[in-house]
């Protein structure tokens, strides 16, 4: 008898690791989750206002990644936006900083916990975490990412299409648009606990769209 009930759990033991194994176990790792003390870093906020402004390289990814912590990535479609974090700027106050620093061709008003600075080649997207308190997510995305992976509704909540067909081509609204109603296209960084698999991956969450406003903990 109790060698029967030994093999049993065994077996229900093997059943369990095996499924453990499979390709139905979710793909995001708790232990990857952003958390406040990723962000924290040593410079006071005035120090770091003062390396913005010193800095000799102008490059908007180069003068961001110097000065803030990095805290995750999101593979696309052939490239891969970065995403910093801080916890001594609000959004708005870091968009006016950027902005002085280094002037952007166009500037969002600040929409939905979120405001966008459009730089030659660049777009950095500023957002308010949805889960640390007093936190800003810093996504910088290439042009050519938001151009094959961003949800055109995302960003006409923040610009016009006229200037986004101008920087991405004619009809570049209307074309995403169709292609993203069939299936979910990146609405911006979040870290939400959740997967898609619309073309764009990471490992701590995904804002998607596929119709009109942001979704990515509203």
Known sequence: MKKTMVISVLMLLTIILA?????????????????QEDLEVAESKDDIINKLKSADNRDVETL??????????????????????????????????????????????????????????FFVVLKDSEDIDN??????????????????????TYFAIRMLDGIFGNNWVSSRRNHCSKSDCYGGYSTSRSYNKGGVTKNRGLGTFRGGGPSSGK
Not at 65 to 76: E, I, M, Y
Request: hydrophobic content about 35%; charged content about 20%; overall charge negative.
């Open 19 to 35: 499924g453990c194994g499979s390709d139905n176990v979710s793909i995001f790792d708790e232990s990857s989750a952003v958390v």
């Open 64 to 121: 961001i990644s110097n000065n803030f912590p990095f805290v995750d990535s999101v593979v696309g479609e052939d490239t891969t936006a970065n995403v910093y974090g801080t916890l001594q700027f609000e959004v708005e106050e870091l968009a006016g900083i950027l902005a002085d620093v280094k002037q952007p061709d166009e500037i969002s008003d600040y929409k939905d916990g979120q405001q966008i600075l459009v730089y030659p080649g």
């Open 135 to 156: 936190a800003t997510f810093i996504e910088v995305a290439s042009e050519q990412f938001v151009r094959n992976n961003y949800s055109p509704n995302f960003l006409t």
